[in-house]
């Protein structure tokens, strides 16, 4: 990935924080059938010892953990808020009309090794810290405890745990800091009027 320095994200405490924030990746490996990617969420796991791990879980029936080895590198891309920046928004627009459009986004992305766990405990045991890393956010948290613990026997057996030992991690924040201030308010605004993704990418630029 290309990072200028102004959209370098180097501090781990905040690479931890976007990692937590936007736990949806895409996942790509190198298979037979060329490159594929998997969407799934993924769980940062730091370590002592070296850059931690992202652990998940895909269907059995996706063959792309069949080639799962140390010796294969995974890529998985994590993206947060992104939106069109218009140049109408720039009051440098009205000075000199040299502007054009750009995107805003913040993404990471993780490299590491690509390791199947095919074991029924540990994907388990998985499955029970992704439950309680998303319901936490909920007054009244739903438990694996809560289903039959014959269904979720049946459904941890439908799937397979994965894990990327990370060797390297590149994050970007490419939230208009190139920009003059008055540009920079100028999409703030322009951005929370449009609303939705593009409110959140507004709340993004307010926080740097």
């Known amino acids: 990935m290309y990072v200028p320095a102004a959209f370098t994200v180097d501090d781990p405490a905040e690479i931890s924080a976007m990692l937590a924030a936007y736990p949806m990746a895409q996942l790509v490996t190198m298979t037979d059938d060329g490159l594929v990617a998997t969407p799934l969420p993924l769980l940062y796991e730091p370590s002592s010892d070296g850059l931690g791990s992202l652990v998940g879980h895909v269907a059995r029936a996706n063959r792309q953990w069949a080639k799962a080895s140390s010796a294969v590198e995974a890529l998985a891309i994590f993206t947060g808020p992104n939106a069109y920046i218009s140049p109408n928004w720039y009051p440098s627009k009205a000075e000199h009309g040299k502007v054009v459009p750009t995107w805003n986004y913040e993404t990471v992305h993780v490299r590491g090794s690509f390791v199947a766990h095919d074991d029924?405990?540990?994907t388990r045991a998985l499955v029970t810290r992704l439950t309680q890393r998303h319901e936490s956010q909920f007054d009244a948290p739903w438990a694996v405890a809560d289903a039959p613990p014959e269904y979720i026997d049946s459904m941890v057996k439908a799937i397979v745990g994965i894990e990327v030992v990370i060797t390297s991690v590149q994050a970007k924040r490419k939230l208009s800091q190139n920009r003059p201030p008055a540009d920079v308010?100028?999409?703030?605004?322009?951005?929370?009027?449009?609303g939705g993704e593009s409110a959140a990418v507004a709340d993004a630029m307010r926080s740097i």
């Open 185 to 194: 308010d100028g999409t703030i605004a322009g951005l929370t009027a449009v």
């Open 120 to 122: 029924p405990v540990w």
